[in-house]
C-alpha cells in the first residue's frame, strides 16, 4: 500500500482536460511544497514533468500543469493528447530523509 | 545526463547481490544519488539515498539494515549492496539523479530487473 493515494484510473477524450489527485497527509504534502509528478510509460523510466508542486522542467509542455490545496495535489493535463496515454505518479518530501509516491494513475485518451 | 544501471539477476531468497549506477557525465561528483525500485505492475518506491560526497546516506524502513548505498567518485559509480534479499525485494531497480534544491528526482536510468526466488 503506497503512502500518498492516487486514484487508479483517469481518462478524457482528445483536446479536453483531465485532473486528478495525490492524497497525503499533514506529514507530506500538506508540510512540504516539495511534491512532484512523473509520467511513466510502458517499458520505460519515469520522467519528471512536475516538481514544487507548480513548476515544470525545461521541455515539458505548458499541457502540463500541478498544484496542491492542504494535504492534496493534483496533477491537470489540458489539450490531451494520444501521447499523454501513459501512468502517472506523485511522490513528495516526508521529512526525516524519507520520500513517499503514490500508487499511480493510469491516464487513457478515449 | 545518462545513467547507466547494472549487476542484475536472479537470486535465491537470503542471498545477495550488487547493483551498479555509472555515468560518463565528467561533474559526477557533484550529484547526489537515489535507488528507486518498482515492482512488477506496481508503483514506484524510494529505496536509498547518497549524498555527493558520500557523506550522508539514507534508507527506506524496508531495506535498513540489509541494504548499503555507496559510492566511489574516481570510478564515477555509486553501488547498491543487497543483502538478506527477500521475494518481496524483486523490482527493477532505477538510479535516479537528486534534482538540487527540490527534493526530487529529475534523471532516472532505464533500471536493471532483481528477481529473488528459489
Known amino acids: 500500500q503506497s503512502a500518498l493515494t492516487q486514484p487508479p484510473s483517469a481518462s478524457g477524450s482528445p483536446g479536453q482536460s483531465v485532473t486528478f489527485s495525490c492524497a497525503g497527509t499533514s506529514s507530506d504534502i500538506g508540510y512540504y511544497n516539495y511534491v512532484s509528478w512523473f509520467q511513466q510509460h510502458p517499458g520505460r523510466a519515469p520522467k519528471l514533468i512536475i516538481y514544487?508542486?507548480?513548476k515544470r522542467p525545461s521541455g515539458v509542455p505548458d499541457r502540463f500543469s500541478g498544484s496542491k490545496s492542504g494535504n492534496t495535489a493534483s496533477l491537470t493535463v489540458s489539450g490531451l493528447q494520444a501521447e499523454d496515454e501513459a501512468e502517472y505518479y506523485c511522490?513528495?518530501?516526508?521529512?526525516?530523509?524519507?520520500?513517499?509516491f503514490g500508487g499511480g494513475t493510469k491516464v487513457t485518451v478515449l | 545526463v545518462q545513467l547507466l544501471e547494472s549487476g542484475g539477476g536472479v537470486v535465491q531468497p537470503g542471498g545477495s547481490l550488487r547493483l551498479s549506477c555509472t555515468a560518463p557525465?565528467?561533474?559526477?561528483?557533484?550529484?547526489?544519488i537515489h535507488w528507486v525500485r518498482q515492482a512488477p505492475g506496481k508503483g514506484l518506491e524510494w529505496v536509498a539515498f547518497?549524498?555527493?560526497?558520500?557523506?550522508?546516506?539514507y534508507y527506506a524502513y524496508s531495506v535498513k539494515g540489509r541494504f548499503t548505498i555507496s559510492r566511489d567518485n574516481s570510478k564515477n559509480t555509486v553501488y547498491l549492496q543487497m543483502n538478506s534479499l527477500r521475494a518481496e525485494d524483486t523490482a527493477v531497480y532505477y538510479c535516479?539523479?537528486?534534482?538540487?534544491?527540490?527534493?526530487?528526482?529529475?534523471?532516472w536510468g532505464q533500471g536493471t530487473l532483481v528477481t529473488v526466488s528459489s
Open positions: 547518497i549524498r555527493y560526497d558520500g557523506s550522508d546516506k
Open positions: 514544487e508542486v507548480s
Open positions: 557525465e565528467f561533474n559526477f561528483y557533484t550529484y547526489d
Open positions: 535516479v539523479k537528486d534534482k538540487s534544491g527540490s527534493w526530487t528526482f529529475d534523471y
Open positions: 511522490s513528495s518530501y516526508a521529512g526525516s530523509n524519507n520520500w513517499v
